[in-house]
């Protein structure tokens, strides 16, 4: 098993900037991909970033590219999402979820991660 814990939300104005952080622990040689989802009220749970093993491969959803970066540091088996220009249609809670499957694409969907964070609260106000 994997567990994963989420830090750094909080409350920012619009066009701010946050670094989510995701630690994982448990069997975390096993995790290959690792991704980042946001869950506003009332609405589904949606992909917005993913990352590769050694970090070659990324990829974002439209509505953060540019404004968002992905990254790993797997000898501290952490991962970040740094978000900037930050809209206050994002407040959402950040997941982040992880797999042991091989290959890197694709990975938008919910389905593809079966270990998952508690999430973090992102505020963002106009």
């Known amino acids: 098993q994997v567990q994963l814990v989420e830090s750094g939300g909080g409350l920012v104005q619009a066009g701010g900037s946050l670094r989510l952080s995701c630690a994982a622990s448990?069997?975390?040689?096993?995790?290959?991909?690792m991704a980042w989802f946001r869950q506003a009220p009332g609405q589904e749970r949606e992909f917005v970033s993913a990352?590769?093993?050694?970090?070659?491969?990324?990829e974002y959803a439209d509505s953060v590219k540019g404004r968002f970066t992905i990254s790993r540091d797997n000898a501290k088996n952490t991962l970040y999402l740094l978000m900037n220009s930050l809209k206050p249609e994002e407040t959402a809670v950040y997941y982040c979820?992880?797999?042991?499957?091989?290959?890197?694409?694709?990975?938008?969907?919910?389905?593809?991660?079966?270990?998952w964070g508690q999430g973090t609260q992102v505020t963002v106000s106009s």
């Open positions: 448990g069997r975390t040689f096993s995790v290959n991909t």
């Open positions: 979820a992880a797999t042991s499957g091989l290959g890197f694409s694709p990975p938008t969907g919910v389905g593809r991660y079966e270990y």
């Open positions: 990352i590769s093993w050694r970090g070659g491969s990324t």
